[in-house]
């Protein structure tokens, strides 16, 4: 069972919360599923429903696979409902050293239809975890970037205020940083508490496909930053299955969903 929430945005208050099943099913093979609900402040309402379904698996050197489906239902103020459809998949790789746990991966998600910013989604991820939990808490810090790729096309200007073209933006424009701990509250139940901090951007590499473009006739920004702040508090229920023909120790822990 996995339960967590979100808060705490610049300009807006959110929470998000989440409850799951995550089934190791034997040394190779993992299946999480959660369900998720998201909030939003001033006024308060229900802002999305997401559920998704994972599957983690062993590869070979020491690397370990995963496949995900994920539907959300995201509302509007207005309560106009939409529904998205995305798939996911990558691997990651996990190093230690003497201190740390160091844990690499590498994550595609495609969108069924395109958003207002991407299609597609590249994030390389790096997260590094204490190997010394202090009192049976372990500190972790993770940094996480955004290429996007594809979405809905934007009126790109020059310096004089020109129309350039009008295509959908690529390349890298946001990063998520965040810094926590996690604790071992039983056998099988782990708690996280985490403060992330997310900011978007454009770079000199992408100058003709940004987001954030001011129009300079009307003043109006198309698709602009998304920066905000979120605390995260959440819990983790690992259902074991006991494989009587392998006394190896599996590759997956409790916190393979980062």
Known sequence: MHISILSLQAQEWRSTSSIGISVKLSKDWKLAV????GFRFEPTRLSFKESSGTAFFALPYSYDGFLGYTHSLNISKSKKASHRHSLSGGFSRSFNTDKLKIDF????EY??????KYRIRILPQLRLRSRKKLAGITPFISFRLYYYLGGDPIKQYNHKGQVMQEVAPYGFHRFRLSTGCTYRLGKSIFAKVKLTSQREFNTIFAYKHRINVLNPETGKISRPFNHYWMFGFGLTYVIKHNNKFSKKKSSFDADQVW
Request: hydrophobic share 15%; glycine share 0%.
């Open 111 to 116: 969108h069924f239809r395109p958003q207002n």
């Open 34 to 37: 959660t369900e998720s609900y």
């Open 105 to 108: 991966r590498l994550k595609t």
